[in-house]
């Protein structure tokens, strides 16, 4: 079976500096999608960033980056320059990569605070 | 419409008592995910339909807990006689069918309290 680990319940980062979120996972597929989801008060789950298994190449999607290392099974996320916005609760995600739809496997989550 | 939609967004029931929980998806969506979301906690997967297969009910925690769909539409989540355990955000999504690279959009949850 598919797991997610994210071992930092809570981070805090000073408004304008940079944090990293760090995910593990464990899986026996070689193929396969992860995610970044970022949870505000508002519970609504909205897409941060995606990375393929099969693409070497880190996604980016502006101030938010992914380290990619695949042998290691580790995804961690990098918020550059935060923002009072950011602070949420964030949630790496694994789904496998087939020809169907398959269910979103996630970790526990990190609370992120950002601080003015 | 834009969004998935979730009703109630928020539910306080009695022990003992049935609930219903429903999901409107995004319109085109044939894939259909319910989650549960404890207290601080990740989400865990109940239940997944595509299309006009058999749903995936692997995740649901006991046999107090169905869900149906109909069509390809809206979907209605079923606990009954819950019990406290069942405290949580109950969070709905839906994407796109055809490939597992499709973006899974999340409604805003409905949240069961039970006393």
């Known amino acids: 079976a598919q797991t997610v680990t994210q071992s930092q319940p809570e981070m805090s980062v000073q408004e304008a500096e940079t944090v990293t979120l760090s995910c593990t996972y464990d899986t026996s597929e070689s193929d396969y999608y992860l995610f970044w989801y970022k949870q505000p008060p508002s519970r609504q789950m909205i897409l941060v960033i995606r990375q393929e298994a099969y693409k070497q190449q880190n996604a980016t999607e502006n101030r938010f980056s992914v380290n990619f290392q695949k042998a290691a099974k580790s995804f961690s996320l990098k918020i550059s320059d935060s923002q009072l916005g950011d602070a949420a609760m964030y949630f790496c995600a694994y789904r496998i990569l087939n020809s169907g739809n398959t269910p979103l496997v996630f970790g526990k989550g990190t609370r992120l605070s950002v601080i003015a | 419409g834009a969004g998935v939609s979730q009703s109630p967004s928020n539910k306080v029931t009695e022990k003992g008592k049935d609930v219903e929980l429903r999901c409107d998806p995004i319109s085109g969506h044939t894939a259909l995910y319910w989650y549960r979301q404890r207290l601080g906690q990740g989400l865990e997967f109940l239940i997944y339909f595509q299309g006009n297969s058999a749903p995936d009910k692997s995740g649901l925690p006991s046999d107090r807990f169905s869900a149906e769909r109909t069509g390809e539409s809206v979907s209605t989540l079923t606990i009954q006689r819950t019990q406290q355990e069942d405290s949580a955000v109950y969070l709905c999504?839906?994407?796109?069918?055809?490939?597992?690279?499709?973006?899974?959009?999340f409604g805003e949850g409905s949240w069961l309290t039970v006393v």
């Open positions: 999504a839906s994407s796109l069918a055809s490939a597992s690279g499709n973006t899974i959009y």
